[in-house]
């Protein structure tokens, strides 16, 4: 018999914690079955709890990106061993080339930031 755990909101930092292990533990789960539904229960709950700790200030993505990597001690390589293409990368934290659906995917997940922090819309440098 498996016995499935009762989620509630997360209120405190240990409870993020397992509420992320858990997600790594389910996160390929199929559609239709408990565990798909867990996974979809803690997207929410994780997304709810890093919203109410996160005030984001208003800057553009790139920006954002940049404080984050500064904050985690990356450098564009480290963004750049995640995405698979360092020229890229440049182009994009330079403001030559705006972020891919995929970049964010990637950056979100790297640098801990809400996918909704990175669709902004900003000005790319024409010159």
């Given amino acids: 018999m498996n016995i499935h755990p009762q989620w509630f909101l997360i209120d405190s930092e240990q409870a993020y914690d397992k509420a992320i292990a858990r997600y790594e533990e389910v996160k390929r789960s199929p559609k239709n079955t408990d565990e798909h539904r867990e996974k979809m229960l803690l997207v929410h709950l994780i997304e ?3 919203n109410s700790l996160w005030d984001f ?4 993505p790139i920006q ?3 404080i984050r990597m500064d904050d985690f001690g990356y450098k564009p390589s480290d963004l750049a061993a995640a995405y698979g293409d360092k020229g890229t ?3 994009v934290l ?4 705006a972020l891919s659906l995929t970049m964010i995917r990637k950056f979100s997940q790297l640098l801990r930031l809400p996918v909704d922090a990175l669709i902004k819309e900003y000005a790319l440098k024409t010159t």
């Fill in 48 to 50: 709810k709890y890093e």
């Fill in 57 to 60: 200030p208003e800057v553009d």
């Fill in 64 to 66: 954002m990106i940049k």
């Fill in 89 to 91: 990368v440049s182009k």
């Fill in 94 to 97: 330079n403001y030559k080339q």
